[in-house]
């Protein structure tokens, strides 16, 4: 399953930027605006840093399987309410609900996957010292309490996969969400309170973004952690620098999918369109730059010509539409600008490129060719059903062109020649590639890019580790006493 992030919500502005957003439920299909919700008051904050401090010092006293056994029935809780909890995302930020119904579905398997293997990931390693006599171990401590800001264009994963393996090490965490979705993280705090996680282990709020900082810089918070855009990633991150603290970011990308020759065109056709169209093509994973050699150019561009022209836009409840709206009406605003901007400067459009004549935040899936680098579609991300493909020469034109990026997060590799697709794989700079299936998410699987995607992994074994003590324990066995000499 495809999933991620970087949405404009999470951009850091000035404080009175942020006094003009609001959290709030604002139906990117109707444009009504449902509900609104109050800042959590800036007086209020180091009361909720104190209660997260203190239920890390109980929390961590706690055994590691009591720990898993809340985050497995969280989980359990999570299957129980997926049509509740789908639909509020439906709602929110206008997810089509199966795709919603499908993120929640990860989203237990990644519960699960902590609960299950979290004890033996924490486990102490053995070391063999090379001097001295004894034994030497490596243990995993938790650390504190720890901040999270996440995006909206999955608002139930994102979240978490960072609370899944942080709970279970032993951590609390503070959620600020995107304010596009109040419900959603509402609903995850309490998931997590009626699995039986004390008050303060895991906390909701509705912090401005003025208020970011003072919950970073607060001594009794051990780290920060944020998916989302460069530009708030690099606020985050040196703000935590600033503080000392460690960070995990987790940005944008601009994800290359090289096609390297025309076998089983219809099969890559499938997933390059599985590829930038789930989530309506708002995951910082999609595959943005289709990228296709000579000979399967007119095969693929023909096929993907096709396939871009099935999506009816219409209401994301209804389970007949295959376009659901962007999450808001700015974020449409944006993308069709960065397409006009590509028309204006000379490239061609194969399809869509408008906005259909309907109400919502719609965007027409569109396919642009003949984009060179003065158009913001060459270099920036597209967070919407848009994609440019390029047509090279041959592998080195590709694995030239899909390196020629300010991001390095996900990439996709598709050959009836395997040995051909590794070798190109393996010159491909960024934190995961793919061959033969568009670049995805799963528990087992470590998640995370390089350059301007940012630092640091989430999922796996490796994201017990990213906000933990790994502590060296020394044993030497103690001299014995020399027995005094008889005289």
């Known amino acids: 399953m495809t999933a991620t992030q970087n949405p404009p919500q999470q951009q850091p502005k000035t404080a009175s930027e942020s006094a003009e957003r609001r959290y709030a439920t604002v139906d990117p299909f109707t444009g009504e605006t449902e509900k609104e919700f109050d800042f959590t008051p800036t007086e209020a904050i180091d009361g909720i840093i104190g209660t997260a401090h203190a239920a890390y010092q109980e929390w961590r006293q706690r055994t590691v399987e009591e720990r898993a056994g809340v985050v497995r029935r969280a989980a359990e809780l999570m299957d129980e309410r997926r049509d509740e909890l789908a639909a509020l995302a439906t709602k929110e930020m206008g997810k089509r609900r199966e795709e919603a119904a499908g993120e929640l579905f990860l989203c237990s398997m990644i519960l699960n996957y902590y609960a299950d293997n979290g004890p033996a990931f924490l486990q102490p390693t053995p070391i063999q010292p090379l001097l001295g006599k004894g034994e030497a171990v490596v243990e995993t401590q938790p650390v504190g309490a720890l901040l999270a800001i996440e995006p909206w264009n999955y608002p139930y994963y994102q979240v978490v996969r960072v609370a899944g393996p942080n709970l279970v090490l032993g951590n609390t965490v503070i959620l600020k969400h995107a304010e596009i979705v109040p419900q959603c993280a509402q609903a995850i705090e309490q998931l997590f309170t009626d699995a039986g996680a004390p008050e303060g282990v895991f906390t909701n709020t509705f912090l401005r973004i003025a208020d970011v900082e003072q919950v970073i810089a607060d001594p009794r918070i051990a780290g920060v952690t944020l998916t989302g855009s460069e530009r708030a990633g690099s606020a985050v991150g040196a703000l935590a ?155 080195d034109e590709a694995v030239a062109l899909a390196n020629d990026s300010v991001y390095g997060l996900g990439a996709t590799v598709m050959s009836s020649d395997l040995d051909r697709a590794r070798a190109v794989a393996e010159r491909i700079e960024a934190g995961m590639v793919w061959i033969n299936q568009p670049t995805g998410s799963s528990p087992e699987l470590p998640f995370g890019g390089i350059k301007r995607s940012g630092y640091g992994r989430e999922l796996s074994e490796l994201a017990m580790f990213e906000f933990a003590n790994r502590r060296l324990l020394r044993t030497v066995p103690a001299k014995k006493a020399e027995k005094p000499q008889a005289g």
């Open 241 to 395: 620098g600033k503080h000392l603290k460690k960070s995990v970011l987790e940005l944008g990308g601009s994800d290359p999918f090289i096609v390297l020759d025309a076998e089983n065109v219809g099969a890559t056709v499938k997933a390059a369109t599985t590829g930038r169209m789930q989530n309506t093509g708002q995951a910082c994973i999609a595959a943005k730059r289709l990228i296709v050699t000579e000979d399967a150019y007119e095969p693929f561009v023909a096929g993907l010509r096709q396939a871009f022209s099935t999506f009816s836009p219409g209401d994301p409840a209804d389970p007949d539409t295959t376009l659901a709206p962007l999450s808001s009406e700015q974020a449409a605003k944006d993308l069709h600008a960065q397409i006009q901007d590509a028309v204006d400067k000379g490239a061609t459009v194969l399809a869509g490129g408008g906005r259909p004549d309907l109400p919502g935040a719609f965007v027409e899936p569109t396919l642009l060719t003949d984009v060179t680098p003065e158009m913001r579609a060459y270099h920036e991300e597209l967070f919407g059903p848009a994609a440019v493909v390029y047509r090279v020469k041959d592998a």
